[in-house]
């Protein structure tokens, strides 16, 4: 159970920061 908590954990910390990232960075850079 919480193998798969952290493994889902992790998915949604990429799915979420990684786009949230990259449009915080363009929004600098801009």
Do not use: N, R, S, W
């Not at 952290?6 to 990429?14: A, H, L, N, P």
């Amino acid at each position: 159970m919480m193998i798969g908590f952290e493994k889902v954990k992790q998915f949604m910390i990429k799915g979420i920061l990684d786009p949230l990232t990259k449009v915080t960075a363009a929004v600098i850079y801009t």
